[in-house]
């Protein structure tokens, strides 16, 4: 069976827009979690709130830990059914399957890594900044301290964004596959017209 285009970027959209949305939503949630930290670090003030927002945190975790099983289930299912309108499905659609979970998860691990360097990356900047202002005095050798530290959490994220984009890749074509072959009950045969 040769794997077709269209149902191929068709799967891949959906799981790259439903796990790009979660990401969104959990990397907003954490930029929150750290500025509010950061803020009540700043101010000497204890924030009440600070232990419900890590609550609610792990809640938007959970959830979007569930989102995954179904972006790639999903994608599968998306590709056998769209692949079954343009010509019968003679094979277990697995291979297109895998290619879609894998293109949609990749991109989307790829992209969310970026956001969240953006949004988190200058926050932890200041955080280092307040937590060496409150030390005081700093040894003069130490000064580009912060600065190294910044670069070396930019390059971890960028390192890791990579390979967890790699790994996700690979989740995604497991979970496209089983979608692609629980997708071909979906998709049905094709209705011979006379």
Known sequence: MKVRTEPMLGGAVFSFVLLLISNLVSTFIAYNNINRSLQSMLSGAFDPFAAQTSVFSSMIGLISCLVIPIAGLGSGVIYAIL????????????????????????????????????????????????????????????????????????????????????????????????????????????????
């Open 83 to 194: 692949h079954g309108r343009i010509e019968p499905l003679t094979s277990a659609p697995a291979k297109g399957g895998a290619a879609a979970g894998a293109l949609g998860f990749f991109l989307s691990g790829i992209v969310s890594a970026i956001l969240a360097g953006i949004l988190v990356v200058p926050v932890m900047n200041q955080m280092n900044q307040v937590i060496f202002a409150q030390m005081g005095t700093v040894d003069p050798s130490m000064t580009g301290l912060t600065s190294s530290m910044t670069g070396f959490g930019i390059m971890g994220a960028l390192v890791g964004g990579i390979c967890g984009g790699i790994l996700f890749a690979i989740l995604g074509a497991i979970l496209g596959a089983l979608g692609g072959i629980l997708g071909k009950s979906f998709a049905g045969p094709k209705q011979a017209t006379a």
